[in-house]
């Protein structure tokens, strides 16, 4: 292919993504594609930098808005370094999050609404994933799987937050159906890594 496809992986805190991501390079680079993995925020030396600033538990004094426009800078480079030229030269990339991240924790969870769309739209332009994969799973269960880890700012957040960005997640998931392909993440990792990898083979 010419073209490169970026897919992105969503989901609350928990809900597997990082062994789906990992199970879906596998099955890429066995069909011979070259495979680009890359994490929100992070992925660059300026976004990785943001990312501590952001997931550090001291930083209780974040305002919201100053949370969602570090998301956006940290996006926006890793747009321009990593991502786009990696499309562009024919690579499969596969991001651990996204915009949709930002739609559901911070124009959700926190509240902000269409802003978090105006700012990641700057931040972004016209760079939107092929296929956005969202691992649905409970707020409650996924917190469950990651109680016994140190936890950063955002997963130190209310039950009440992460359960409007679950909820924000459902709103997306119907608003883009054509873009983002909702998955029970409940089930074993091997009938969830089927699905995904059906999904993927419709697009390829």
Not at 35 to 51: H, M, N, Y
Not at 57 to 72: G, K, P, Q, V
Not at 155 to 177: Q, T
């Amino acid at each position: 292919m010419s073209k490169g496809l970026f897919i992105t992986f969503e989901g609350g805190d928990g809900s597997g993504k990082s062994t789906q991501i990992e199970k879906l390079k596998d099955y890429l680079e066995g069909k011979g594609f070259h495979v680009v993995l890359t994490r929100e925020p992070g992925g660059t030396k300026i976004s990785e930098d943001i990312r501590e600033i952001i997931l550090d538990s001291r930083n209780t004094e974040m305002s919201d808005m100053t949370e969602t426009l570090l998301y956006a800078a940290a996006r926006a480079q890793l747009v321009e370094q990593v991502i786009r030229p990696a499309v562009e030269r024919g690579d499969m990339v596969i991001c651990d999050r996204f915009v949709d991240s930002s739609m559901a924790y911070q124009a959700y969870g926190r509240g902000l609404g269409d802003i978090v769309w105006d700012i990641n739209k700057n931040a972004v332009g016209d760079y939107m994933p092929d296929l956005t994969i969202l691992l649905r799973l409970d707020p409650e269960a996924g917190m469950g799987r990651i109680s016994g880890r140190k936890q950063d700012r955002i997963e130190l957040s209310s039950s009440d937050f992460h359960r409007r960005v679950y909820e924000g997640y459902l709103a997306l998931e119907k608003r883009f159906p054509d873009r983002i392909k909702g998955i029970d993440a409940s089930r074993g990792i091997e009938e969830i890594s089927e699905e995904i990898i059906n999904i993927v083979q419709d697009l390829i």
